[in-house]
């Protein structure tokens, strides 16, 4: 499963990189505007600093302006993906777009059907939002279970991009189920490293080191 961070902090997208365990970066409007940074100098550094996607979100609503907005973001780098939400005209620029080669993120999913639409509107990842449809009460990852069926039933090769991830159990379950990508936050990412027995043993490795008496620099 390829990991992606989801962020604006180019700082974050360092250190993440560093590990050599990112594959992309999605961004959105939000993340840009925490960011505090013009749009397209972030998005243009982003591009420059990871060799995988990375998500571009259009902000308009209708098919035209959406359309112009995502060539736009498209030059940017060759390794853009533009985000259009799972709405009528986000799904008609979706496959205007990819008639031109330009890779393309479907965002605000939270129903196998809409999932459904965005694979036959040609769409390179599809993103139902796992956190959220916890939030008001429905199983997020019984999500991703029917959309994977569903894709493998028919043979799509929209990518299963699964977002507003929470916590590492998400992640877990994410892998579990095959989705493609998972993109989460900075500190979910660190969490993943952690585990109280690591901890422990390494304390225990340090202590009886120091009894050595060695060094090895």
Do not use: A, S
């Given at each position: 499963m390829k990991f992606f961070l989801d962020t604006a902090n180019i700082e974050e997208i360092r250190e993440a990189n560093a590990t050599g365990l990112l594959d992309g970066v999605t961004t959105n409007p939000s993340l840009i505007k925490k960011s505090g940074r013009d749009f397209f100098e972030v998005i243009t550094e982003i591009a420059s600093e990871v060799e995988g996607p990375v998500s571009a979100e259009t902000v308009s609503h209708d098919h035209e302006t959406m359309l112009k907005e995502g060539l736009k973001c498209a030059k940017i780098a060759d390794n853009i993906a533009v985000k259009v939400p799972l709405t009528l005209d986000?799904?008609?620029t979706c496959k205007a777009l990819r008639a031109e080669g330009i890779m393309v993120n479907v965002t605000l999913c939270f129903s196998a059907n809409q999932a459904l639409l965005a694979a036959k509107a040609g769409a390179s990842f599809i993103s139902p939002f796992v956190g959220r449809h916890d939030d008001v009460g429905f199983d997020g990852m019984e999500l991703i279970e029917d959309i994977r069926t569903i894709y493998d039933n028919y043979g799509f090769g929209t990518e299963i991009l699964v977002a507003s991830v929470r916590h590492p159990v998400h992640v877990l379950e994410s892998a579990r189920i095959g989705a493609d990508v998972a993109t989460f936050p900075w500190d979910v990412m660190k969490k993943l490293f952690n585990h109280p027995l690591t901890v422990n043993g390494l304390a225990g490795f340090d202590k009886d080191w120091a009894a050595t008496g060695f060094s090895i620099l």
């Open positions: 986000g799904l008609k």
